[in-house]
């Protein structure tokens, strides 16, 4: 049977269809993803604004997202109630599926959804670029945003004799906390 050549009309990717399904009214989109998102293009082209800052030295201006956002700060396009990074349908788009891949940013910028911007890469090439860049890494101790304690309470709290209950009161902190960072369960870069 001949098959005919064909770009999806969402993706842009080139496949492949049987003459008769063509006749059928077939072959616009390659797969049943593309085929249930073809808005998705149109939707994705109204909230771009393609004239945005430059974030990193030699590199062409961020497009930016105009839509909905992420709490992270990601842009968000909604297909139904199902939100998807706005990021990464420009990087479909573009380039094609992503499957289990992450799209990243060479450019940091979350609202960005310039293509040229885009990579995809693993869980781990996306945590490498992180720290490559200086955002990775956990934060411990007293850098973490939620932390009530200093690396010199943790000092005081290890050699105290008074009890656990007294020292968790003092610090505004339960029980337990005190219990582990006795025991090193927590707090453990702190000698």
Known sequence: MKSVSRTCEVCGAEFTVPHNRLMAGRGRFCSRY??????IPNKFWSNVNKDGPVVRDGMSKCWEWRGSFSEKGYGVIFVGTRGI????VSYELHNGPLGDLHCCHHCDNTRCVNPNHLFAGTSADNCKDKESKGRGGQ???????GSKLTEECIIDIRSSG????????????THSTILLI???NIWRHVD
């Open 139 to 145: 934060l411990f101790g007293s850098r973490h945003a």
């Open 34 to 39: 593309c085929r249930s998102n073809r808005s």
């Open 162 to 173: 008074e009890s656990s209950r007294h020292i968790a009161a003092r610090y505004g902190v």
């Open 182 to 184: 006795r025991k090193r």
């Open 85 to 88: 990074r706005a990021h990464r």
